[in-house]
DNA sequence: AAATCCGACAACCGCATCGGA
DNA sequence: TTCCGATGCGGTTGTCGGATT
């Protein structure tokens, strides 16, 4: 890189030679990279003084031999005291999924709905991150095709981390609030590793855009290992009781338990009314190899206002007659009820 | 153990916008 | 209305530390 000596290729034409030889002192003695702990305090023992703003008179008066913008950036970077630090939860990574896919590279606006987060850390975290599996996915990150692959195969993982980490934590499960902006979670802390990010899409997808959705050969470009699906941690050991008969009309099966469910969810109390009028017909294995997520589908058809995408798995577990996944059929249900009743703004 | 690679993030830069004189 | 300094925003790069060879 070229980067230009600081200041001092800022004094363009105009200047006389003693405004010359006065700018070149300055920017000589302007310090540039890293700030150092005593930088750091007499900035913000400048601020608790005299409050933010005014970064150029705050250079010049602080003692730091810095610029206004670098003291700027600094303290809303760094040093203000709401930052929040450490590895972003799976729901702040899902909210920038969905807010990105809003409004693309506005990562000022973005860190406005994740309090604590700056700008910077967004556009970090996009570029090292998220970027990087549109690499692998050999697509442009801001093409139709990474966004169905982020809200199809991403944000539901991310939902299940957030639904493993409520089990394992025992707190109450996400619950999707309204906003005026779309997404939407909860407050729990599901911090999780930046090498945990788990978007792989199952056999099949391929995101080059003329292709169907056989064929894969994108799916082992993307290379987190598989975080345990929802559905893959025993849901009818949670959610089901025995019964009977199966889901399918058999002997001996499960039965789901809507309630628990439900209260899983964080809806309880919800009527979905009788669950024959939504549940399909289906083994429950194949209800086992059927790897759709519980919570995911309930989160993204909040997402989507009720539209749950059948290229996902809800339309699917509604109506196809060799993939059922109850759980999801009931989240599904659920979900739609709930966009119902919200007067389908959601 | 040393060299190299790579990811994460802090920091800088140029440009756009805003607001006051 | 115009000018100009201050501020904000987004793109890009430098640096550091851990992982890998």
Redesign the pocket.
Known sequence: ?S????AA??GGGGAGPMEMAAMEEEAAEL?????TLEEDNLLMSYIACHGE?????LARCSGLK?????C???WL??LKPDIKRG?LTAEEQLVILELHAKWG?????IAQHLPGRT???I???W???VQ?QARQLKVDANSAVFRDAVRCYWMPRLLDKMSMAAASTAAPPPLMEQHGHGVVTSSQSAAIG??QLCCYPPAGFDPSPSASTSGSTAAAALQPAPVPCFSELNWEDQYCYPSGGDLDGGAGGMELDSAALLGSLGLDGLDLGPAESYLPDATLLDYLNYSSCTANAMNMMVMNGGNYNNSYCGGDAMVDGDHHDPTTATTCHAARKLAGEWGGGI
């Open positions: 890189m980067r230009r000596k600081g290729a800022a310090r540039r990279g890293p700030w703003g005014r970064w150029n008179l810095r610029t206004g913008k670098s700027r950036l600094r970077n760094y590895n590279n506005r990562w000022s606006r700008d910077n850390e556009k970090n975290y570029r090292t991150r990087k930046s090498d």
